[in-house]
């Protein structure tokens, strides 16, 4: 769909566990690190997909409606 969570390969049942260095526990988490950064920041994101552990990187973009 060529979002940034695309672009990075990033699935629906994948689990966000670690932005940059701070470690993911809630999506308030995710939200507040996610909103202390700015479009065209790239951002570390490890995940958990299916039990193993992948670290990708994300450009991210303005938000759309």
Do not use: C, F, H, Y
């Amino acid at each position: 769909d060529g979002s940034p969570a695309s672009k990075a390969d990033l699935q629906t049942e994948d689990v966000i566990i670690k932005i940059d260095d701070k470690k993911i526990s809630s999506s308030n988490d995710m939200v507040s690190a996610v909103r202390s950064k700015k479009p065209g920041d790239e951002i570390t994101v490890v995940i958990n997909r299916k039990g193993q552990e992948k670290t990708v990187k994300v450009t991210l973009a303005e938000r759309t409606n």
